[in-house]
């Protein structure tokens, strides 16, 4: 089975616009860690944001926030107010385990293009 | 900041070379990872580290090995390249046990084009 599952190969966004980019994710353990990444087509990997499985809260950073629904395993990103810039591809990944491994699954991704 | 480098960001390779795709990070980290990404696949990991000398499986090693001689430098090594091999290979390293994030921090990516 599939680790974290992103079911949208491809969304498109007017810009100003907010957008949700769905993930899923399949894990046993109670302690876990979820995250986005976001790789422009210039390559490099970019950290955006982190859930903790026992953060109540879900995390937010600037325009990014996390939509955690930890009993549907579901850690959608939304993304609000879409720039130009925010066209790339988007990873979903998840981190098992506190202490044991170090092992990231990651999803197949998202290819987002924010239209003008 | 962390920087993880690598040592090319474009290679092309005939097959059946020995191909070897360096790494390099710079803040300490226990933890270093080899992925190849592919259109479709995502991120698949071929091998990742947990200490100097010392390295684990991961989904996809098959046709790879890898070194790790010194804790700042990880090394992918393509025996025999073919062409199933062309891929984009990204880099990343980690602390253990980490912060709060266990945040991975990834290199620029060598793209690799096997003739």
């Known amino acids: 089975a599939q680790k974290i599952t992103q079911t949208q190969p491809g969304m498109f966004v007017q810009e100003k616009e907010a957008v949700t980019l769905d993930c899923t994710y399949d894990?046993?353990?109670?302690?876990?860690?979820l995250f986005w990444y976001k790789q422009p087509s210039s390559g490099e990997m970019i950290f955006l944001i982190y859930q903790g499985s026992y953060d109540e809260q879900n995390a937010t950073e600037g325009r990014y926030s996390l939509n955690f629904q930890k009993a549907r395993k579901s850690a959608n990103l939304v993304i609000s107010a879409s720039q130009l810039g925010d066209s790339a591809m988007y990873f979903c990944?998840?981190?098992?385990?506190?202490?044991?491994?170090?092992?990231?699954?990651f999803g197949t991704g998202t290819s987002l293009t924010v239209i003008p | 900041d962390v920087k993880v480098t690598q040592s090319s960001r474009y290679l092309v390779k005939r097959t059946g070379e020995k191909v070897f795709l360096e790494c390099v990070q710079d803040?300490?980290?226990?933890?270093m990872f080899w992925y190849r990404q592919d259109p479709g696949l995502g991120l698949r990991l071929i091998y990742f580290?947990?200490?100097?000398?010392?390295?684990e499986k991961g989904d996809i090693p098959e046709g790879y090995s890898v070194s790790r001689e010194k804790k700042e430098r990880f090394s992918l090594i393509l025996e025999s390249a073919s062409t199933n091999q062309t891929s984009m290979y990204l880099c990343?390293?980690?602390?253990?046990?980490?912060?709060?994030?266990?945040?991975?921090?990834f290199g620029p990516g060598t793209r690799l084009t096997v003739t």
């Open positions: 803040m300490d980290h226990e933890n």
């Open positions: 580290s947990y200490d100097v000398k010392m390295k």
């Open positions: 990944a998840m981190r098992e385990g506190r202490n044991t491994g170090n092992q990231f699954y």
């Open positions: 894990t046993s353990d109670q302690s876990y860690g």
């Open positions: 990343a390293s980690s602390l253990f046990p980490g912060g709060r994030y266990y945040e991975q921090y």
